[in-house]
């Protein structure tokens, strides 16, 4: 492969520690999906450079691409740092785990447009207000776009529409009265899904933190978690 540099914007995932003083920097781009990068040296010193690429940074970088699998990184100039969600723990809690889950379904040098915007997307709705669906609606639009989102209109079983009350993970969707198994949903859980799924995740981002919210939450998760096979441990703090 031939040696040259190329400009990115790209979202940091995570980082960890390469040698005494190097950093690998993991990044979702979209004209390369996910790139794995070296910033050099940043460990030995308190350069800005360190600090532009930490998790949750939006970046344009410069990256030198030589001949073996990492990238190099040359220059990087921050976009934004999203420092809202960083000094709440919450809203920290809830960026680490769609960074967590993107770092899962993202491949290298795979084009990932959708996937990069999603999440730019999340971020800076995040950023702009603590929503109790922010992380779930993202896992269930990040399923979506993976061709695995659950059925929320009818039952999986039999196309029933009424009295749907529970979700199977195993069975891929909400299940009635009749062929209920897996997790108990109320009804308001079950409009926020079919709100989420159905065009109106704007709708439904605006509703405050209520037991139907947290039940979403359980089954946005239980559902990547199901397609992912593994768990999101970002996720521990936020019950499920």
């Known amino acids: 492969m031939a040696e040259r540099t190329l400009t990115v914007h790209g979202i940091v995932l995570r980082t960890y520690k390469l040698g005494e003083a190097d950093r690998i920097v993991v990044l979702i781009t979209p004209e390369r999906g996910k790139v794995r990068t070296v910033a050099k ?31 190099t990184v040359t220059q990087v100039e921050s976009v934004d740092h999203f420092r809202a969600v960083r000094e709440d723990i919450d809203r920290l809690t809830k960026g680490l785990a769609m960074l967590e889950a993107v770092d899962h379904v993202g491949l290298p040098d795979e084009p990932s447009p959708e996937l990069y915007r999603m999440l730019l997307g999340a971020l800076r709705t995040l950023a702009a207000k603590d929503s109790a669906l922010v992380t779930a609606g993202f896992f269930l639009k990040l399923l979506t776009l993976e061709g695995a989102g659950p059925q929320v209109g009818e039952c999986v079983q039999c ?50 933190a209520s037991p139907a919210t947290h039940e979403v939450e359980l089954v946005a998760t239980k559902a990547l978690e199901y397609f992912l096979e593994r768990r999101i441990r970002s996720t521990s703090t936020l019950g499920a």
């Not at 360190?50 to 001949?67: I, K, N, T």
């Not at 009350?165 to 079919?194: F, K, N, W």
């Open 41 to 71: 040296g940043v460990r030995k010193t308190r350069s800005k450079f360190g600090s532009r690429l930490e998790p949750l940074s939006h970046v344009r970088a410069q990256l030198y691409e030589g001949r073996g699998e990492l990238f």
């Open 159 to 208: 196309g029933a529409t009424q009295d749907l009350i529970a979700y199977s993970e195993g069975e891929g969707g909400l299940m009635c009265r009749d062929h209920r198994r897996g997790l108990p949903v109320s009804a308001a859980a079950v409009t926020l899904l079919q709100r989420i799924l159905g065009g109106q995740l704007g709708a439904a981002l605006d509703e405050p």
